[in-house]
Every structure is written in C-alpha cells, then in structure tokens.
C-alpha cells in the first residue's frame, strides 16, 4: 500500500491548476468534494476493466429451491454487506467441496433454465436493481458461495485521509480533479490539455494492473463479464478452496 493524503492531493490539484493561493473561486471543500467524486470514478472504472484490486468478498449459504414467485433463486447481496456499488462475481461450494464460479448472463435469461419447478446445480447469475441477483437454475440443495462486489468507499474528509495510490494511480485523479476545475473556469485549450494528461495516466494504469505480464503479472486480463457465446459458458470452472 502506498497511501496519499487528502491533503496532499488537493495541493497537487492546486499547483497543477495553477490556483494555489485562490481560495475564494477554488475552496478547499469544493476541490475535496470533486477529488472524492474521482476516487469513487476512478474505482469504479477500474473494476470494470477488470481490474480486481478494490474488490470486498461476502459469504454466504444459498437456500434450495426457486424463491417464491419468481424462476429463480433470488440472493440479495445487502443483507449480506452494505454499501455496494456493483456486483463483480458469485462462486458456490458444489459437491466434494470444489468451488465453481458462475457465469455471469443477462436479466433476459431469467426464465432460460427450467424455474421454478426444476432444479439443479446453480449455473449463471444475473443482476437486478443494484443488489439482487437471479441465480439459476434454481439451486437443488444448499449451496455456500463467496460474493465479490465493490464496496462503497467513505469520503476523504481530514486532511489526514489517506487514499492507496499503490503504484501512482493518485496521479489520475488528480489529474481528472484539475480537468473539472479547468473547465469550470472555461478554459478550453488547456482542458484539452490535462484530458490527455488525465487519459494517458489511466491507459497506463490499465496496462499494468489488467493483463498478465510477460514476468506472470498477479491480475487477470481484461474481464468477460457480459459477454454471450463464450466457449466456457455454462461449463465448470474450479476454484482451489480459499
């Protein structure tokens, strides 16, 4: 972990704006307030690249059957944790104890797999509203699973607040905090500027943090997640016992 301070970062967004020193146009709560919307942007964009490093895991065990109503079994992931942005990945616990990740499918499957009267072991998992989740088919007995979500990061509020920017990646919101401002003050050429400054840093951080390395990187390339007609839908996939 290579923490950055709330402090430190309004002070990069000050000298690179070149407002340092104007406090009345550009106060401290407002450039705080936009450099805690980009943390939250950059997280987010992040994930969804496939990037798995803000990730949070939730356990659980699954209940048999369809939920009432519905073709489906329905897992609602905020009794499980709260403050979920997005929902990343579902595993379930299958016979013998291998562990499985479920394919991620489209709400529009939610009828595809035989609910609610037919069973079996759970194969794909879909998403609705921000929290619930149709796992399907419907499962045929308990089945313990581990949820991978993002979780919703508090706001930096002391000076003291730290943000991991692990290998630079504070750099990108820094950058993208000095775009707001720069447009704010309706400055064109110069937010063409720091847009391509802001750009390059996360095409950099993407490089580095979403594909393996030719030296055996620690992270998984870019994410499937949504994709249709994948030669692996559908087939099992086992996971070591974490």
């Known amino acids: 972990m290579r923490t950055v301070t709330l402090q430190q970062l309004r002070v990069d967004v000050q000298n690179q704006a070149d407002i340092a020193g104007l406090t009345t146009r550009h106060g401290a709560t407002l450039i705080n307030r936009i450099i805690n919307q980009e943390i939250q942007h950059f997280r987010e964009d992040l994930s969804g690249e496939g990037s798995r490093h803000f990730l949070a895991i939730a356990t659980g065990t699954m209940l048999q059957g369809a939920t009432s109503g519905f073709p489906f079994r329905e897992l609602n992931a905020a009794s499980l944790a709260s403050g979920i942005v997005r ?61 991978w979500y993002l979780p919703v990061l508090n706001d930096l ?48 951080i993407l490089r580095s943090s979403t594909r393996v390395t030719t030296a ?19 087939a099992r996939r086992v996971l070591p016992h974490p």
């Open 157 to 204: 509020a002391a000076d003291g607040d730290t943000f991991d920017g692990v290998a630079g990646w504070e750099d990108h919101v820094m950058w993208s905090a000095v775009a707001r401002l720069v447009i704010r003050d309706q400055f064109p050429q110069t937010f063409a500027m720091v847009t391509q400054y802001r750009d390059e840093t996360l095409r950099k």
């Open 87 to 147: 929902v990343y990945g579902l595993d379930v616990k299958c016979q013998g104890g291998e562990w499985k990740r479920l394919e991620h499918t489209t709400f529009e499957d939610r009828a595809n797999y035989g609910g609610p009267l037919s069973t079996g072991e759970p194969a794909v998992w879909a998403e609705y509203q921000t929290t619930k989740l149709a796992v399907l088919p419907p499962p045929d007995r308990n089945y313990d699973f581990i949820l």
């Open 216 to 234: 055996g990187g620690a992270t998984i390339g870019r994410d499937s997640m949504g994709a249709k007609g994948l030669p692996m839908r559908g």
